[in-house]
């Protein structure tokens, strides 16, 4: 009978000591998964803020890189019109000299001036064709710098979409 009586209260004693393990075993769960969830939350708001960082940077960068480009179109646009400029004044002289020379010029003419005119000719022609060759370059380059106002201005727009995606995704921390 001593058995009999001693069986529930051992079993209520065991009950209660393990219940409270269990409790107390829950409850260390729960702490620790509550710390890995802020653990994580607290990583992910670290890795945006440098993303953002590094994000920006990157924009001050294309901002620079903007601005350095209008600077070097602006200055292949004056360039490219001076050299116009200089190729037709080179025609300009040309026609004039060429005008200057008649038949009776070139026959009975002075030797002298004839040589001068035709020296005059050539380096106008010379000058001409230099003119040309760089005109044609600076707008050659006009057209790359066109290239790769696209290729920047492509890039900027990625970047200020992703500095707005950074900046939606902000943590509650």
Do not use: H
């Amino acid at each position: 009978m001593a058995f009999e009586s001693l069986f529930p209260g051992l079993t209520g004693w065991l009950t209660r000591r393990l219940a409270g393990a269990g409790l107390a075993a829950l409850a260390a769960a729960a702490l620790y998964g509550g710390w890995l969830y802020l653990r994580q939350e607290a990583l992910q708001e670290w890795e945006r803020r440098g993303r953002l960082e590094t994000a920006r940077a990157d924009r001050e960068k294309l901002g620079r890189a903007r601005e350095a480009l209008a600077r070097r179109t602006t200055a292949l646009e004056t360039e490219a019109a001076a050299q116009e400029e200089r190729r037709r004044q080179a025609e300009n002289v040309m026609a004039e000299l060429r005008a200057g020379e008649g038949w009776w010029e070139r026959w009975f003419g002075d030797r002298g001036k004839n040589v001068e005119r035709a020296d005059r000719i050539g380096r106008a022609e010379s000058l001409r064709d230099e003119a040309a060759a760089r005109c044609k370059a600076a707008r050659q380059s006009l057209e790359e710098a066109g290239w790769e106002r696209q290729g920047i201005e492509a890039a900027w727009r990625r970047i200020n979409e992703e500095i707005a995606f950074l900046e939606r995704e902000r943590s509650w921390l």
